[in-house]
T-cell receptor, first 112, second 118 residues
Framework: DAKTTQPTSMDCAEGRAANLPCNHS???????VYWYRQIHSQGPQYIIHGLKNNETNEMASLIITEDRKSSTLILPHATLRDTAVYYCIVRVGGGSNYKLTFGKGTLLTVNP | EPEVTQTPSHQVTQMGQEVILRCVPI?????FYWYRQILGQKVEFLVSFYNNEISEKSEIFDDQFSVERPDGSNFTLKIRSTKLEDSAMYFC????????????????FGPGTRLTVL
């Protein structure tokens, strides 16, 4: 799986949009971008994933650049409960690849 | 909303003892996983299980570890002879699929079992 690079930490004001960047410059054509988050030692929680088109669900939006070398997770209206470590994971979409490979992620702190 | 459950939430054991960590995956899921997270470190993949056999395992998952789906609902991780370095949070996860182009491939994680080896 391709390597990802994320900032160590970010701050965001409550109610504002949180934009979390991720670089994955070595991504290959059959690899998807996944985002998970982990709230203070709880189990990781799936947020969203995509291949090349932008994706949106009830939690967030995922913007993938045209060359697919980077992406941004957007939490449109961050709340205090969104304070967590956010992981960007690049993963081959199936076949014999089952695992998620977590990096250190970005600690997002939402401030009142 | 269906969820993955794990028991116990905290297990304390003596070095050299066997422990069994238990998980109940989401009922219609077919793929099961164990991960661990040593305090302050990354979440690490241990093993995946599908169709009653191990489908992928990491270097961490050595002969001291085993997994089993003893019935239609439980999924267990056994550590035969615990070491101090096995102290960690162990997360079970499950998914309906592994194919990213289809729905249901996201992994749902349980709340974890904190294992403390003394």
């Amino acid at each position: 799986d391709a390597k990802t690079t994320q900032p160590t930490s970010m701050d965001c004001a409550e109610g504002r949009a949180a934009n979390l960047p991720c670089n994955h410059s070595t991504i290959s054509g059959n690899e998807y971008v996944y985002w998970y988050r982990q709230i203070h030692s709880q189990g990781p929680q799936y947020i969203i994933h995509g291949l090349k088109n932008n994706e949106t669900n009830e939690m967030a939006s995922l913007i993938i650049t045209e060359d697919r070398k980077s992406s941004t997770l957007i939490l449109p209206h961050a709340t205090l409960r969104d304070t967590a470590v956010y992981y960007c994971i690049v993963r081959v979409g199936g076949g014999s690849n089952y695992k998620l490979t977590f990096g250190k992620g970005t600690l997002l702190t939402v401030n009142p | 909303e269906p969820e993955v459950t794990q028991t116990p939430s905290h297990q304390v054991t003596q070095m050299g003892q066997e422990v069994i960590l238990r998980c109940v995956p989401i009922s219609n899921h077919l793929y099961f996983y164990w991960y661990r997270q040593i305090l302050g470190q990354k979440v690490e993949f241990l093993v995946s299980f599908y169709n009653n056999e191990i489908s992928e395992k990491s270097e961490i998952f050595d002969d001291q570890f085993s997994v089993e789906r003893p019935d239609g609902s439980n999924f267990t991780l056994k550590i035969r002879s615990t070491k101090l370095e096995d102290s960690a949070m162990y997360f079970c996860a499950s998914s309906a699929s592994i194919w990213s182009g289809r729905t249901g491939n996201e992994q749902f994680f349980g709340p974890g079992t904190r294992l403390t080896v003394l």
